[in-house]
């Protein structure tokens, strides 16, 4: 039946409208099962190769170092310069289309396991469980007076919650800056404004967004939650609720036959969304705040194993399965469908490309830059020189020689101190002139090849164009 119009307020009389939603504080209830046991891995995976990363040693340097000073990324035993950024764009679309394919196969798992937000949410809510209890005794504290007693929990939580979030800000900045040096400077109070900035501004980040903001992050600020809905249909795994199974829901007691009564499984206890880190019901059908955390699975499953009944009443299903097309059994079979296809595809290809460039790449990079100030000279036997300057760069952690020559005009001269030595990691600016005889070519802009090789590894090679310039103007003898 259709609901009846609100009444309307008389012309002129004033109207309270609340533009906004007053935020209502979340406290999410613990629950244990198998994909909370899969949360608290992942929790410790991520903040094991976060935190620890960033102290390994590899040759003598930190391991992962973001060198923006001195413009070199190092990560384990790979040197990469601003050249090199092509590595970076293909990574970032390898990550793009890995989250679309994963998406497409079993929804928000990004945000549920892995994302930033989720993890340290997980670790602060844990630090407040450990200190001021489960959900019952949060909302009870929550609501007495300021006491000793909770005074000394609230400023625990948020002593502990403001150390973790600097410790992981420092961490962070220390993959930017030595954070061994970065370390001793803390210790001695020497630390830069440049560094104290991000340190505090990253520390803040953390503590206000997990320990704050919570699951408005998840609904506002990120922009995921808006667009992913159009990489799901109607074969992605998606958290659900049956519907049919579990309606009419209603309390009973644990001995009576439900059916009899004519109600379905759910029992109304609201586990579900007392253990929802956002605070959205799942049993009104999939929603975008939805962050597919699956802990209303293991509440749910918790709840059924005490009555008795079996498991599944919310569980990961696609809309297919509940909609009774096909069952359960096969939605793995369904998996390999045209849109995961495509995106698997995309993504080897890309995968492909990276590991061949990776392959491919040489330790070498060379610049030409022609001398403004001086296009052209003359020599005193009539021969004209070109200058230039050949920016070298080893990009190995290995010293190395190399060799300059020059081709692309008859009879070319290249002038230079050769060979030329690189230290490890390191760059080297070599004036470079030409010479040839007018007489032999055209006036004009004649190409030219600069070819510099490693004098002990001649595979270890790069060629750079540039132009050698006659002017129009010139003499020929």
């Not at 609100?6 to 012309?11: F, T």
């Not at 469980?129 to 948020?158: N, P, S, T």
């Not at 359960?328 to 998996?335: F, M, S, T």
């Amino acid at each position: 039946m259709s609901q009846p119009f609100p009444k309307l307020a008389p012309v002129g009389s004033p109207v309270d409208l609340d533009l906004y939603e007053v935020r209502r504080t979340i406290h999410p209830r613990s629950v244990h099962g198998w994909f909370a046991n899969w949360r608290i891995a992942l929790v410790v995976l991520t903040q094991l190769v976060f935190y620890g990363t960033a102290w390994l040693t590899w040759n003598g340097r930190q391991a992962v170092l973001f060198d923006l000073a001195q413009r070199k990324f190092y990560i384990f035993g790979l040197v990469f310069w601003p050249q090199d950024f092509i590595f970076l764009t293909v990574l970032l679309i390898i990550s793009a289309l890995t989250l679309f394919l994963f998406t497409a196969v079993a929804g928000r798992l990004w945000c549920g396991y892995a994302c930033p937000q989720t993890v340290y949410t997980e670790i602060f809510m844990w630090i407040e469980r450990v200190i001021e209890g489960d959900r019952v005794q949060r909302m009870k504290l929550d609501r007495v007076r300021v006491g000793v007693d909770k005074f000394a929990k609230k400023f625990g939580k948020h002593f502990i919650w403001i150390v973790l979030a600097l410790w992981t800000g420092f961490t962070f900045v220390g993959y930017f800056s030595p954070i061994r040096g970065l370390a001793a400077e803390v210790v001695q109070i020497q630390l830069g404004p440049w560094e104290t900035f991000w340190i505090a501004f990253y520390g803040f980040a953390t503590y206000g967004n997990a320990g704050w903001m919570r699951e408005q992050v998840c609904k506002h600020m990120c922009p995921y939650a808006r667009f992913q809905s159009v990489m799901f249909d109607s074969d992605t795994l998606i958290i659900t609720y049956d519907a049919q199974r579990g309606e009419p829901r209603g309390s009973r007691s644990r001995s009576a036959d439900y059916r009899k009564a004519g109600l379905g499984s759910c029992v109304d206890c609201g586990i579900c969304v007392q253990a929802c880190p956002t605070g959205i019901d799942i049993r009104d059908g999939l929603q975008y705040e939805c962050i597919g955390c699956a802990a209303c699975i293991d509440g749910c499953d918790q709840v059924m194993d005490k009555l008795g009944y079996p498991r599944g009443l919310i569980r990961y299903a696609t809309e297919n399965a509940v909609h009774g097309k096909y069952q359960d059994r096969d939605i793995l079979r369904h998996v390999l469908r045209p849109r995961t296809l495509v995106y698997s595809a995309i993504l080897l290809a890309a995968i492909t490309a990276f590991v061949a460039l990776l392959y491919q790449r040489v330790p070498l990079k060379v610049d030409v830059l022609r001398d403004r100030t001086t296009l052209v000279r003359e020599l005193s036997d009539g021969r004209l020189e070109n200058v230039y300057r050949l920016q070298i760069m080893n990009t190995t952690e290995a010293p190395r020689q190399f060799t300059v020559s020059a081709a692309g005009i008859d009879d070319l001269e290249l002038v230079a101190t050769l060979p030329v030595s690189i230290p490890a990691s390191a760059a080297v600016t070599l004036p470079v002139t030409l010479r040839a005889d007018p007489a032999k070519t055209t006036a004009g802009s004649h190409p030219v090849q600069f070819h510099v090789e490693d004098s002990a590894d001649a595979r270890v090679h790069a060629d750079e164009k540039s132009i050698f310039r006659i002017p129009e103007s010139f003499p020929k003898r």
